[in-house]
């Protein structure tokens, strides 16, 4: 049994996600049709889940629920210094 192969780019800016297609890596695409997604997620006021794309336009009218940027902070603890 050969299980299947993803590798994830997460940046500090934007992500990417790839899968083997044989011998080959296929970048995949997400759900607006581009093959890099923005490192970004953002909670509205309703309380729905924002990633990507959707999360930056947000972040223009409501930054406070927005995170960005936090890959230079993954291993840290929250009461951490910066």
Sequence with gaps: FMGKIIG???GTTNSCVAIMEGNKP???ENA??????PSIIAYTQEGEVLV?????RQ???????TLFA???LI?????DDE
């Design 32 to 37: 607006e049709g581009d093959r890099t997604t």
């Design 59 to 65: 972040a223009i009218t409501i930054l406070k629920n």
């Design 70 to 72: 936090i890959k230079r």
């Design 26 to 28: 296929r970048v995949l």
């Design 8 to 10: 994830i780019d997460l």
């Design 52 to 56: 990507g794309q959707p999360a930056k």
């Design 75 to 79: 291993g840290r603890k929250f009461k």
